[in-house]
């Protein structure tokens, strides 16, 4: 609560969730950074991990029958499992969902202009239930945009594969030191893997 004077407050309120679990996603350390060079490129600066863990309750259309959406995962960097399935209010009885593997690798540390993203990924579904894996992308923020294709040349993915992952083309050089980007994985059901680069001159 937060109090503002003059009868104003601002309260947030919380539930306590016994099936959320504290995220082991653990973060880079100045020993993960890549060492200092002599070379004008995109330096990895950190990571960010999105977690997309929700409870969203709906409503069966044309009913009064109530659902909800649980949204999960287990794991660490890149290695998770994420559980996404519906449930019905009342009765608990599973209606929905699916459960899948995600294994990736990071991206290169200094990306020098020309430079191709290169990472391997493997997207593997566990068990579903009517459902299948939300899609999947890896985005680099370089024009409109540019995402990672696999072997097949496919950019969107929303079933099992495993392949390295690359970029069409290379990274364009920075306009000015310390302009940043990012290379965004987006491993669906709102979890999200970014890696943050900045422009370096030397």
């Given at each position: 609560?937060?109090?503002?004077?003059?009868?104003?407050?601002?309260?947030?309120?919380?539930?306590?969730?016994?099936?959320?679990?504290?995220?082991?996603?653990?973060e880079e350390t100045k020993d993960d950074l890549p060492p200092k060079s002599n070379v004008s490129g995109w330096y990895f600066t950190n990571y960010e991990f999105v977690d997309g863990t929700a409870k969203v309750e709906r409503v069966l259309a044309?009913?009064?029958?109530?659902?909800?959406?649980?949204?999960?995962?287990?794991?660490?960097?890149?290695?998770?499992?994420?559980?996404?399935?519906?449930?019905?209010?009342?009765?608990?009885?599973?209606?929905?969902?699916?459960?899948?593997?995600?294994?990736?690798?990071?991206?290169?540390k200094v990306l020098i202009p020309g430079d191709k993203i290169k990472m391997n990924y493997t997207l593997k579904t566990i068990t579903n239930k009517t459902w299948t894996p939300n899609q999947q992308t890896v985005l680099f923020n370089q024009g409109m945009g540019m995402y990672l294709k696999d072997s097949n040349g496919n950019e969107f993915f929303k079933t099992d594969f495993s392949s390295e992952l690359v970029s069409p083309k290379g990274v364009d050089k920075g306009y000015k030191a310390n302009d940043k980007k990012s290379v965004t994985v987006n491993l669906g059901s709102g979890f999200k893997a970014i890696y943050y680069y900045e422009w370096r001159v030397y």
């Open positions: 609560t937060v109090n503002m004077g003059s009868g104003f407050k601002a309260v947030y309120t919380y539930k306590w969730d016994p099936e959320l679990v504290r995220s082991e996603v653990k044309g009913t009064t029958d109530k659902m909800e959406d649980i949204t999960k995962f287990e794991g660490s960097k890149g290695n998770i499992t994420i559980y996404f399935n519906r449930y019905d209010k009342s009765s608990g009885k599973h209606l929905a969902g699916v459960n899948y593997s995600v294994k990736w690798t990071d991206p290169q």
